[in-house]
């Protein structure tokens, strides 16, 4: 890893902003690639997918939309330790996203004149889970449990298909699928899935839908911010990343740890390291050398921890750290420190934040009870994780009685005036004219 010496530097935003490490392959360029790709879809549909599965799964003559049995018959090759963890962290998801929807509320602005504040799901959504270099049960979960308790009726689920298991989506993807009872499933990944949700693909029995969530790789960000507007997205969730703030206190072992899990998803994940200490640097950097070339997936590992998107940052103090987090806006943010409370009290943009040597961000990425679909590439700085409250909309429903309404005639015809919509008072006048009131 290549260490940057922030130390005695200008730790402006703007320079901080120019300075922390990002993807050679940023979401601007990438939006350029994936463009045609979401146009292609929404123009010839079904024909434009399955040359996409050719180009970039290698697989063709597939069934784009997975027979509902064979979602349900997977779950006989679900190994029991695997179905029972599975639906461990369905539990646990659903406890927490549970947390996260509102209450309805009254409020009296005045007598006979109230405000209802309700939260309604939106009808259809279009969840997306990654096929790539790994499989991704737990990011069906994750969509799955957070959209259903929210209330919305009707899900569709989309990964790629795996030339191993005849075009069908990866096993383990169909495993949570059954397990959180959803039916309608489709082979289609990458940016053709994000543009088949958006556009819908008559042709194989999609409806677009309202939202679209779910991680992926830089591209499938790209292809969200694409259809955004046509459609909602959760946030840009692209190639993981983790940012660690730690000082002479933490555990170096662990800390390398950490950031050697999320290099493993991907050559392009980013691992950051910030700390005030160079000599806790020197111990991470020495854990690293030996437990990088022992991974599993050393070669992918160590791509990634070389890349320009990854480093060990020296800064001052503790201060400057969290200032450098706040820049780069982490999507897992873990604080190894002798006061976390203090430190986590500087911190304002992350899309989450294990507190402590006994929180990795593993933990987050399954069985913590928190959602791991999280904003990257400095989206956190704007953008929340998934929850259940990504799939409402708050809705405001006024009821004002005649007296309520009188009261603020006047106020409301001035303020008409002001504007010079002169209609918009005449619309409240007319309803105390002597014509009304006889009726």
């Not at 939309?65 to 539990?91: F, H, N, Q």
């Not at 009707?154 to 795996?162: D, F, K, M, V």
């Not at 050559?267 to 020197?282: F, G, K, Q, R």
Request: charged share 20%.
């Amino acid at each position: 890893m290549r260490t940057i010496d922030l130390r005695g530097s200008d730790l402006s935003r703007s320079t901080l902003l120019q300075l922390v490490p990002r993807a050679a392959v940023s979401a601007d360029i990438a939006v350029e690639r994936v463009r045609p790709l979401v146009a292609d879809v929404a123009e010839r549909g079904e024909a434009a997918l399955r040359d996409q599965a050719r180009s970039f799964d290698g697989v063709a003559d597939h069934a784009l939309r997975v027979p509902t049995e064979a979602v349900r018959a997977s779950l006989d090759d679900c190994p029991p330790d695997v179905e029972a963890a599975l639906r461990a962290l369905i539990a646990r998801l659903r406890v927490a996203s549970a947390a996260q929807v509102p209450e309805a509320r009254e409020t009296r602005i005045a007598d006979g004149a109230v405000i209802r504040q309700r939260w309604q799901p939106v009808s259809r959504v279009g969840l997306y889970a990654p096929g790539g270099k790994a499989a991704y049960p737990s990011s069906v979960v994750m969509n799955a449990v957070a959209a259903q308790t929210a209330g919305v009726p009707s899900l569709a689920l989309a990964s790629p298909a795996q030339l191993e298991n005849d075009g069908l989506p990866h096993p383990a993807v169909l495993w949570a699928a059954a397990l959180c009872g959803i039916t309608e499933v489709y082979a289609i990944g990458g940016a053709g899935a994000i543009a088949a949700f958006a556009h819908g693909v008559p042709e194989i029995g999609l409806d677009p839908v309202d939202v679209v969530t779910g991680p992926g790789n830089v591209f499938v960000a790209a292809a969200k911010r694409v259809v955004s507007g046509l459609v909602g997205i959760d946030a840009e969730a692209g190639t993981t990343e983790i940012l660690v703030i730690a000082d002479d206190t933490a555990d170096a072992a662990f800390v390398a740890a950490d950031l050697i899990s999320q290099a493993e998803h991907d050559e392009a994940a980013a691992s950051v390291l910030v700390t005030d200490s160079p000599e806790l640097a020197d111990r991470v950097a020495a854990e690293i050398a030996d437990r990088a070339v022992v991974a599993f997936h050393a070669e992918r590992v160590a791509t990634a921890l070389r890349g320009p998107q990854s480093a060990i940052i020296l800064v001052d103090d503790l201060d400057a750290a969290a200032q450098v987090s706040n820049a780069y806006g982490p999507e897992h943010l873990e604080i190894h420190t002798r006061d976390d409370e203090a430190v986590v009290a500087q911190i304002s943009d992350a899309g989450a934040i294990f507190l402590g040597a006994y929180t990795p961000v593993s933990l987050g990425d399954y069985l913590a009870g928190s959602n791991h679909v999280l904003p990257t590439g400095g989206t956190a700085r704007f953008a929340s994780g998934l929850g259940a409250h990504t799939f409402l909309r708050p809705q405001q429903i006024i009821c004002y009685d005649r007296d309520a309404l009188q009261s603020v005639e006047q106020p409301l015809r001035a303020l008409s005036q002001a504007e010079g919509l002169p209609a918009h008072g005449d619309a409240v006048s007319v309803r105390f004219e002597s014509a009304m009131e006889t009726r």
